[in-house]
């Protein structure tokens, strides 16, 4: 299958810095990224949809000026953590999806950002 | 709105014993359905999944039958392996963008 590669897969950052996560389809070109949030054992949240070219669909609940999400290429999309927090510690999964419909995303390792 | 709700975990079983996985959705409308894979250090991967009512995905000796009057998905394997130890993830797709609504995950740990 396609592989989605995510960057970095651990981060350590201060309270107050600002964090960026690359999410890049290696040998396809999304035309659609979704950016999840995952609390230990709890489920994957949808934060945002993003398509090439256009402003994020953030969904309800999540703070666009905080998660500031960037998808310039069909093949890069970033997910900036702004003046970070402790609590905005977690794990965040990207996915790629080529296509519409029923097309299948397929998802980076997840980076996970602990904010001290 | 839309849910997914999954059976909680952890699972612990010996080797070739029989699994399920119970998962049962809420939804508005007629979702796809979908059980994803997550192995320790990896992304998740698609592992089966099943587009219409009494559809059966299968894969790697995985199965699950998508069943409209019961609203449920649930996992299937008839002999479980050590290297079938993963984290577990039903999910539903449905909406403009399809995007993928998840249950909470279980882990699965099979023992020799």
């Known amino acids: 299958g396609a592989v989605v590669s995510q960057h970095p897969s651990r981060v350590i950052c201060k309270s107050g810095t600002s964090v960026k996560i690359e999410c890049r389809s290696l040998?396809?070109?999304?035309?659609?990224m979704f950016w999840y949030r995952q609390f230990p054992k709890q489920s994957l949240m949808l934060m945002a949809t993003s398509n090439e070219g256009s402003k994020a669909t953030y969904e309800q609940g999540v703070e666009k000026d905080k998660f500031l999400i960037n998808h310039a290429s069909l093949t890069l999309s970033t997910l900036t953590v702004t003046s970070a927090h402790p609590e905005d510690s977690s794990f965040y999964i990207c996915?790629?999806?080529?296509?519409?419909?029923?097309?299948?995303?397929?998802f980076g390792q997840g980076t996970r950002l602990t904010v001290v | 709105g839309n849910s997914v709700t999954q059976m909680e975990g952890p699972v612990t079983l010996s080797e070739e014993a029989f699994l399920t996985i119970n998962c049962t959705y809420t939804a508005t409308g007629y979702p796809s359905l979908f059980w994803y894979v997550q192995y320790p250090g990896e992304g998740l991967q698609l592992l089966l999944k099943a587009t219409k009512a009494d559809d059966k995905g299968s894969n790697k000796g995985f199965e699950a039958t998508y069943r409209k009057e019961t609203t449920s998905f649930h996992l299937e394997k008839g002999s479980v392996q050590v290297s079938d130890s993963a984290v577990y993830f039903c999910?539903?797709?449905?909406?403009?963008?399809?995007?993928?609504?998840f249950g909470s995950g279980t882990q699965l740990t099979v023992l020799p």
């Open positions: 040998d396809f070109q999304a035309t659609t």
């Open positions: 996915s790629a999806r080529l296509g519409g419909g029923l097309a299948e995303a397929f």
């Open positions: 999910a539903l797709s449905l909406g403009s963008a399809r995007q993928l609504t």
